[in-house]
């Protein structure tokens, strides 16, 4: 048999240049890299990239939750952590390129709901498909036989009223000799679907909404100390682009007691905290105080703000007097954490009052474990509390007026007095000891602050201090509706099958009529075959055996 004259056997030789393609245009190659962007695929890829980018935030402190961390990890790693500034690691959730992950997120979900949302509506509106001619290709099939004496009309009358009751959508297709119903059901999988990302596009809206309108500040309060909720009373304070000063309401919270709960009977988990819990009185502007309790995941929600416990530790009194015997110096101090048995770190600055300006670097042992230095800290709790102090004299450099962290002190411009390479001892004491300062420079006291002070019971001889992170966001409760929505719409995708279901009636030359049940799922829908026999034999129970066809996969 001879080929047709236009017939070609095969491609013409490519170009010397590379293969032959029409040229895309500017517009093309916009056409080209939206379609990318807002696929499916990308939009995956986009979402588990913003998971990945999120993982810096949990690998080292942040700026918005955590000032003192980040100022303690300069402190440990001082080479390390300029390089993370500058690729903006402290600040992982606001920097330039996890925000620019989450707006490409942002631009890819709506490119993909809007057009599908619009193929959705209107597959909403369009009739059930014409019967196929041959439903045994179809992947769920049944075949069976009528005894009844209905003609095929009346059968798939019966039919359509079944498949209502089930709730499918069903259209009549007639033809001579022949009779069938169109049916199909399970459009909330995809109204589920378009409603997961819809409220996923929410999401990220309110978020950013929250972001720019709300705040974020800490402030560490020692026992019996008051924080005021306004700007200049917090520690730290990260507001929002938008954020105006005058949505500050003015309440006042006090920390009355910090207590924590140790395990005591446990071996293998002796000294671990279990339960932590500050008790503070809140006072609202022109309100009466109220007692309440913050833990760990349990904030306190007061005036439109949440207030978290983030840490805590123990904080010194200290005392310092001159030779004349007047005090040139006593607070609180919070000492910072360094292991899990609190042995803690802390710093002095004394800056006036004195013949030299003095700094003191002290290391604070709940449970004091050696008799001669290295010392540790063997427990948390105050069983034999221990303060040491190396002592400088100096210049503090606060005179020039630039701010320095009160958790760090600049011993290069100073004379080391106590410890070290001195050759004398460092100062250590116990809860209301007090000794002599080098030089004649005066006296300092580590006051035991008990209700009653004893060198055998030292129980609450120490306060301790809290820091709590104040935080407003006025987008949470949508935040929580577009969550509740996301994971509705979730379970509505994965639990509801989208289904055909053909019911066709066919009268033979003989005037009998045989039955036809075939069904076709749109993705997976394992209940299907079960669902295609359960609607043949509440229809036509009686079976007749059928030889083998090709079929068709869902």
Request: aromatic share 10%.
């Amino acid at each position: 048999m001879s080929r047709p004259s236009d017939h070609i056997d095969s491609a013409a030789p490519a170009p010397a240049d590379g293969i032959n393609q029409p040229k895309l245009g500017f517009v093309g190659w916009l056409r080209f890299f939206w379609r990318q962007l807002t696929s499916m695929r990308t939009a995956l890829f986009l979402l588990l990239l913003l998971a990945i980018a999120a993982v810096p935030g949990s690998l080292v402190p942040q700026r918005s939750s955590d000032p003192n961390g980040v100022t303690q990890y300069f402190t440990d790693n001082p080479d390390l952590a300029p390089i993370l500034d500058k690729v903006q690691a402290f600040d992982v959730y606001s920097s330039a390129w996890f925000s620019a992950i989450y707006l490409l997120l942002f631009i890819s979900l709506i490119g993909c709901v809007i057009p599908r949302t619009k193929h959705h509506w209107l597959a909403l509106r369009s009739r059930p498909p014409r019967t196929p001619a041959r439903l045994s290709r179809l992947s769920a099939f049944e075949r069976r036989s009528d005894d009844s004496g209905a003609t095929a009309t009346e059968l798939i009358d019966d039919a359509t009223k079944q498949l209502k009751r089930q709730g499918y959508r069903v259209e009549r297709y007639d033809a001579e000799g022949s009779a069938s119903v169109s049916a199909e059901r399970g459009f909330l999988r995809e109204t589920g679907n378009l409603v997961f990302h819809s409220a996923l596009v929410g999401i990220l809206v309110t978020v950013g909404f929250g972001g720019g309108f709300g705040f974020s500040g800490q402030r560490v309060l020692v026992e019996g100390q008051t924080f005021v909720n306004t700007l200049l009373d917090y520690d730290s304070f990260n507001p929002g682009r938008f954020f105006n000063e005058s949505e500050l309401a003015p309440y006042k919270l006090t920390l009355d007691e910090f207590g924590v709960t140790y395990e005591t009977e446990n071996l293998d988990a002796y000294g671990q905290a279990i339960d932590y819990r500050a008790k503070v009185t809140t006072t609202a502007p022109g309100g009466k105080p109220q007692d309440a309790t913050i833990k760990v995941n349990d904030p306190l929600r007061f005036e439109g703000t949440d207030v978290y416990l983030l840490g805590n530790g123990y904080a010194p009194t200290i005392t310092v007097r001159d030779p004349e015997g007047k005090v040139v110096f006593s607070d609180s101090i919070p000492f910072l954490p360094q292991d899990a048995q609190l042995t803690s770190l802390g710093i002095v600055k004394v800056p006036d009052g004195l013949a030299e300006q003095l700094g003191m670097i002290g290391f604070f042992y709940p449970t004091q474990a050696a008799s001669k230095p290295p010392f540790f800290s063997s427990y948390p709790d105050l069983a034999y509390p221990v303060l040491t102090l190396n002592v400088y004299s100096g210049d503090l450099g606060i005179n020039a007026g630039a701010p320095k962290s009160v958790y760090a002190l600049d011993v290069d411009d100073m004379k080391q007095l106590t410890g070290g390479d001195t050759g004398v001892e460092s100062i250590e004491l116990s809860p209301g000891q007090i000794t002599d300062l080098p030089n004649g420079l005066g006296t300092v006291s580590f006051d035991n602050v008990s209700a009653n002070p004893s060198t055998e019971n030292y129980a609450g001889s120490v306060k301790r201090f809290a820091s709590f992170d104040v935080h407003h966001d006025p987008t949470q409760l949508w935040v929580l509706a577009f969550a509740i929505l996301a994971l509705s719409g979730l379970i509505t995708s994965l639990f509801v099958a989208r289904r055909r279901v053909w019911v066709k009636a066919v009268t033979g030359s003989d005037g009998t009529v045989s039955l036809e049940y075939a069904g076709l799922a749109r993705g997976e829908d394992p209940g299907l075959e079960a669902a295609v026999a359960a609607i043949a034999e509440a229809h036509s129970p009686t079976p007749v055996p059928s030889e083998p066809e090709g079929r068709i996969a869902p």
